[in-house]
Nanobody
Framework: QLQASGGGVAQTGGSLRLSCAAS????????WAWFRQTPENEREFVAA????????YYSDSVKGRFTISRDGAENTVYLQMNSLRPEDTAVYYC?????????????????????WGQGTQVTVSS
């Protein structure tokens, strides 16, 4: 139900924009998030968007460089990634919570989300 796209290769300092589109007219995402994962590490929180109030959350490693946003009309969430670094290289996953029960303390926990898109590879060359 979630389709992620927009990954690719960028140079250090460059930009990419990821998209995550929800399919189905009845899909309601109360929280949306992006996570990333490398073969060596567990899935890592990147950014999240709380639909109620439009509140955004970021990991310290991307704060000030990445921006999460949502197009409600298209039911799509974006991750604008600027000033990319080689350590941003990973497979990026979008996730959504359709139950509306995530509390703030759990918003960075991948286990709190019940719907996932396929990953999209982001590679940043030095």
């Amino acid at each position: 139900q979630l389709q992620a796209s927009g990954g690719g290769v960028a140079q250090t300092g460059g930009s990419l924009r990821l998209s995550c589109a929800a399919s189905g007219r009845t899909f309601t995402g109360y929280h949306w998030a992006w996570f990333r994962q490398t073969p060596e590490n567990e899935r890592e929180f990147v950014a999240a968007f709380r639909r109620r109030g439009g509140i955004t959350y970021y990991s310290d490693s991307v704060k000030g460089r990445f921006t999460i946003s949502r197009d409600g009309a298209e039911n799509t969430v974006y991750l604008q990634m600027n000033s990319l670094r080689p350590e941003d290289t990973a497979v990026y996953y979008c996730a959504a919570d359709t139950g509306g029960r995530i509390i703030t303390s759990s918003i960075r926990n991948p286990g709190a989300y019940n719907t996932w898109g396929q990953g999209t590879q982001v590679t940043v060359s030095s």
